[in-house]
């Protein structure tokens, strides 16, 4: 399974990277919301092999250029990627309104906040989001 990562910081970029590398996965890596935009750019005009599309999206929601519920948004309108899971990291508190928002607006099906949880957690949260989003299906 391939996972589209945009986070603006190196470190948990990597660290996310990583985890995802470990657990079987393959990492697609983004180093801004800017930077997703752009991708979604190419495959939208048709610039990017369909058959490498990620089936899973991670993405911190304050990033550089576009936030992380806006790039989720766009994912939610593309018609290749609309029904993948789409999870978004956050440090900062969020209402509940916020929370709600991002979710119905945007498309989201988790919000998490930072600091991450431990290894063993968030990818038993990460399961679980993809088992509920691909009906069990999961790789």
Known sequence: MRWLIAEDEADIRNLV??????????????????????????????????????????MDIRMPGYRGDEVAQRIRQTQALKHIPIMLMTAFVLSDQERQKMMQEAGVDVIINKPLPDFIELKQLIEDTIARKYGNETE
Request: a negative charge; proline letters at 5%; charged letters at 25%.
């Open 17 to 58: 990277a990583m985890m995802c590398q470990v657990w079987g996965h393959q990492p697609m890596t983004f180093e801004s919301g800017q930077r997703a935009w752009d991708w979604l750019d190419k495959l939208e005009n048709g610039e990017y092999d369909e058959s490498q599309l990620p089936e899973f999206a991670l």
